[in-house]
Nanobody, 121 residues
């Protein structure tokens, strides 16, 4: 199993910055990609940013130019630098890790417990 622990959330005013961290442990071999998802009350969990094992990154349109995802494979850690925060960025941010099962090509997703980010106006 893969364990993911998020940290770095908190309360910040609009225009401020936060940095989220996700530390992976356990059976972390063959992780193909990691990312951050955001969920607000009454809504579904949506992808914010992702990074592949090869270093390719993707971002939701709403955060492009403001958020940056990076990884440190040696430390098994993924970071999300969030700048120019807006109230609509508020939500619980979950770390995600993906492993593709080589035997059948299926995908396994692992999730952290989440960290709260609140942006006040």
């Amino acid at each position: 199993q893969v364990q993911l622990v998020e940290s770095g959330g908190g309360l910040v005013q609009a225009g401020g910055s936060l940095r989220l961290s996700c530390a992976a442990s356990g059976s972390i071999y063959s992780i193909n990609a990691m990312g951050w998802y955001r969920q607000v009350p009454g809504s579904t969990r949506e992808m914010v940013a992702g990074i592949t094992s090869g270093g390719s990154t993707i971002y939701a349109d709403s955060v492009k130019g403001r958020f940056t995802i990076s990884g440190d494979s040696a430390k098994n850690t993924v970071l999300l630098q969030m700048n120019s925060l807006k109230p609509e960025d508020t939500g619980v941010y979950y770390c995600n890790a993906v492993r593709v099962v080589t035997t059948d090509g299926s995908r396994n997703d692992y999730w952290g417990q989440g960290t709260q980010v609140t942006v006040s106006s």
